[in-house]
C-alpha cells in the first residue's frame, strides 16, 4: 500500500467528508491508490473509451522508460464519484475531472496536491494555449492540469452556399452584424438559434451571453464576473445582453422567429442549413461537440470538410483581444509520491494526443500539437481558433455556484428569450440569486 498517498490531509478529509458518503456504495476503483504496488499509478477518466484506449497507449510508451506502470480506469460521474471515493479513503492517485468548480472542491477536502513544483509550469505556459493553466489554479496554486479541451466560440455555415454567396467570415462583432444584415437583404435568414433541452433549457444562450461578456469586458472581467466579483448586472453585462438581445429579437434574424428559439430542441439546430432547397439558416454558434451524428446529417458528416464551414465566433474589434470560450477535462494529482509525479509529468506532454486525436474529437490543449493527427480539416480548424486565442476561458455557469449556473441563469435567459420579462430583470433576478456565501 502507498502509505504516501493517504497522507494527514487525505484523512482530514475523509473525516470532513464522511457524512457525504454516507447511504453511498463504495466507489468502484478497487486500487486503493494504485493498489500494493509503489510503481503502478491509478488514474480515472470520463473520456470515451477510444480516447482513453489512445491516451493509454502513448502513456505505457513514456511509463516503460519511466519504469511505472499507469493503469487508466473509465468511470461515469466522476464529479461525484471522486468525493465518494475521498470519503471512503479509497481514491485513484489521478482522476481527470471536468469543471474548475469540482477541482476547487476537491481541494477544499484537502485531496488535492499543488503541481506547482511537479510540472515545468513555466514550458507548459509556453506550450499551452493562452490561459490553459488559469483553468486549473485554486488559491494561487495549480492543481488542476488540462489534458483535453472542447471548444465553444465558434460559427458553422453550410460551406458550398456560403462561399457561392461570397460572403466573408466576420473578423469583429459588427461584421458579425453586417454579415446577417446581408444574408436578410438577399432573402435570407441568418441565425439557426434553438435552445429546448428538457430542464436544461437555457444552457445555449448562457454560451452566447458568456462569449459577449468576455468580448465586452475581456479575459479579465470575465474572470471578476464569474467569481460574482463584479455584479452579474454590471453595466458590461449589460451591453453583452443587448447585443444578444438584437440577435434573437430582431425581425427576420431567425428561422422560425423568436418563439421558436425556446420550443425547438437544441440538436435540431444544424439541420436547416443544409435543406434541399438551400439554406433555410445560415449562421450556428456552437461547440466542436456538434461535429457528430447526432447533430449533422449523415452525408453532411460524410463530406463534413466540404460541406461545413467554421469559422471563430468574432472578438469586439478586428485584432482586438480574441479569448475563447470551452470546456475540458483537468487532471488532478491526489498522490504525492514520485510514480504519480512522473505520471503526471508523461500526461502533461502534447504526445498524448498521437493516438488519441485521431480516432475521436480529442483536442489537444497543446499548441505544439502535430496538426496532422486530427481526423479532419474542420478538426484542425476548430482547435486553430483555439490555438490562435488571447485567452481560453472556461464556461462560466460551470464554474458559477450550481442555484446559478445550472438554475437562475438558464431559467432567465429563457424568460427573457420568450418575452416574458426585460433584459434589466433578468439580470436583476440572477444577481439577486447569487448566494450569499
Known amino acids: 500500500m502507498k502509505l504516501n498517498a493517504r497522507t494527514r490531509a487525505k484523512l482530514l478529509a475523509t473525516v470532513s467528508a464522511v457524512a457525504l458518503a454516507a447511504g453511498l456504495a463504495a466507489c468502484g476503483g478497487g486500487g486503493g491508490g494504485g493498489g500494493n504496488n509503489d510503481d503502478e499509478v491509478e488514474v ?45 479513503g479509497d481514491t485513484p492517485d489521478i482522476a481527470t475531472l471536468p469543471q474548475p468548480g469540482v477541482v476547487a472542491s476537491v481541494v477544499e477536502l484537502g485531496a488535492a496536491f499543488p503541481l ?31 489534458l483535453s479541451m472542447n471548444v465553444k466560440s465558434l460559427i458553422f455555415y453550410p460551406k458550398k452556399a456560403f462561399e457561392a454567396a461570397g460572403y466573408q467570415e466576420p473578423t469583429s462583432l459588427d461584421e458579425l452584424t453586417a454579415l446577417a444584415d446581408q444574408i436578410k437583404a438577399d432573402g435570407g435568414t441568418p ?28 479575459a479579465d472581467y470575465y474572470r471578476q464576473w464569474v467569481a460574482h466579483e463584479v455584479p452579474f448586472n454590471d453595466a458590461t453585462v449589460k451591453e453583452a445582453g443587448e447585443y444578444f438581445e438584437g440577435v434573437f429579437s430582431t425581425e427576420g434574424n431567425v428561422y422560425g422567429g423568436r418563439e421558436a428559439i425556446t420550443a425547438t430542441p437544441f440538436g435540431d439546430a444544424a439541420r436547416p442549413m443544409f435543406d434541399d432547397g438551400g439554406p433555410s439558416c445560415w449562421l450556428l454558434k456552437q461547440g466542436s461537440f456538434f461535429v457528430g451524428a447526432d447533430f449533422l446529417p449523415e452525408d453532411i458528416l460524410a463530406n463534413v470538410d466540404d ?39 508523461i500526461l502533461a506532454s502534447a504526445d498524448i494526443a498521437t493516438d488519441a486525436a485521431p480516432v475521436s474529437s480529442f483536442i489537444s490543449p497543446f499548441k505544439t500539437t502535430d496538426m496532422s493527427i486530427y481526423p479532419s480539416e474542420t478538426t484542425k480548424e476548430i482547435a486553430q481558433v483555439a490555438y490562435d486565442s488571447t485567452a481560453f476561458l472556461f464556461d462560466g455557469s460551470d464554474s458559477m455556484p450550481a442555484a446559478v449556473g445550472a438554475g437562475t441563469f438558464w431559467k432567465e435567459m429563457t424568460a427573457w428569450i420568450n418575452g416574458d420579462e426585460d433584459l434589466d430583470k433578468a439580470l436583476t433576478n440572477i444577481e439577486d440569486s447569487w448566494p450569499a456565501s
Do not use: H
Open 44 to 88: 480515472w477518466m470520463s473520456l470515451d473509451q477510444p480516447v482513453i484506449d489512445g491516451i493509454q497507449k502513448q502513456v505505457d510508451i513514456q511509463a516503460k522508460d519511466e519504469g511505472i506502470t499507469v493503469k487508466i480506469e473509465r468511470v461515469d460521474s466522476i464529479d461525484k464519484l471522486i468525493k465518494t471515493a475521498i470519503a471512503s
Open 191 to 218: 441565425w439557426c438559434l434553438t435552445m429546448e433541452s428538457g430542464d436544461a433549457t437555457g444552457w445555449v444562450a448562457t454560451d452566447w451571453f458568456e462569449d459577449l461578456v468576455m468580448r465586452f469586458g475581456g
Open 307 to 345: 460541406e461545413l464551414g467554421v469559422a471563430g465566433f468574432p472578438p469586439a474589434e478586428a485584432g482586438g483581444e480574441n479569448p475563447v470560450l470551452g470546456g475540458g477535462d483537468l487532471a488532478v494529482m491526489l498522490s504525492d509520491d514520485d510514480a504519480t509525479k512522473k505520471a503526471m509529468n
Open 116 to 146: 506547482d513544483d511537479v510540472l515545468d509550469t513555466d514550458q507548459l505556459d509556453t506550450d499551452m494555449v493562452a490561459g490553459a493553466l488559469d483553468s486549473g489554479v485554486v488559491d494561487d496554486k495549480l492543481y488542476g492540469l488540462l
